[in-house]
């Protein structure tokens, strides 16, 4: 189980400024742009907040209070995915990393005005709408393959995993997509390709040190 992490810093971004970034960038101006600033390079992704409000907005929103900086990558496994965002994996050999997430009761607005709030664990709803495959480069919700368990965790697929589709019933597994690689695919890649331990987990620490949002 997830366990609840410090309460974040609302400060970074007013609340109402935010929803005014979101609904610009998913109206006349496009989806955002998140730039990933790691120790390997800069990659940059379009966050589709336009047909994924929920997870897209929620994404937006961490990403906008700093929950990312200084996180690091803890699961690389190469033919696969990069796993990135939980909050353990500050300490970039914590045994426990890839179980943490948001603080619970945390709320966000999506670009039609939808205010979500976290559960108590941090978890957001599924949002099984759209049809968007785990392509290579998409970034895609993790979860605990229990009903609304994802919350800050997510992954860059680095080949087609289509088995992963929430739509696909080849599996159990559903992990619905919200962006998608627009530069610096050559980053991921080199991500995906250091040496990992036997846990997967990267023997030198990628970190993120910075993920920022612009339209």
């Known amino acids: 189980s ?3 992490v410090p309460t974040l810093n609302s400060n ?3 609340p109402r400024q935010l929803q005014r970034q979101i609904a610009t960038m998913a109206s006349g101006s496009g989806n955002p742009t998140a730039t990933f600033n790691t120790s390997e390079g ?3 992704a379009e966050i589709y907040v336009d047909t994924m409000p929920i997870t897209g907005s929620n994404f937006v929103d961490l990403a906008n209070s700093g929950f990312y900086n200084g996180l690091t990558f803890h699961r690389v496994i190469p033919n696969f995915m990069l796993q990135f965002g939980c909050p353990k994996s500050k300490n970039p050999k914590a045994r426990d990393a ?3 997430g948001p603080a619970g009761g945390g709320s966000y607005t999506t670009p039609s005005g939808q205010t979500v709030t976290r559960d108590r664990g941090g978890n ?3 949002e099984f709408t759209q049809r968007i495959s785990n392509e290579p480069g998409t970034l895609s919700m993790a979860n605990t393959g229990q009903p609304n368990s994802g919350g ?3 992954f860059v697929n680095t080949v087609h995993n289509n088995f992963l589709d ?9 992990h619905p997509v919200f962006g998608k690689v627009t530069s610096g695919m050559d980053v991921v890649m080199k ?3 250091c040496r990992t331990d036997g846990n997967d987990n990267p023997i030198t620490p990628v970190v993120m040190n910075s993920v920022t949002i612009s339209s």
Not at 166 to 174: H, I, K, R, V
């Open 2 to 4: 997830k366990s609840i």
């Open 12 to 14: 970074l971004t007013p």
């Open 42 to 44: 800069t990659f940059t």
């Open 98 to 100: 890839g179980t943490g």
């Open 124 to 126: 957001i709803p599924d």
């Open 152 to 154: 800050s965790q997510f």
């Open 166 to 174: 929430w739509f696909d019933q080849s599996t159990p597994s559903q």
């Open 191 to 193: 991500i995906s390709g």
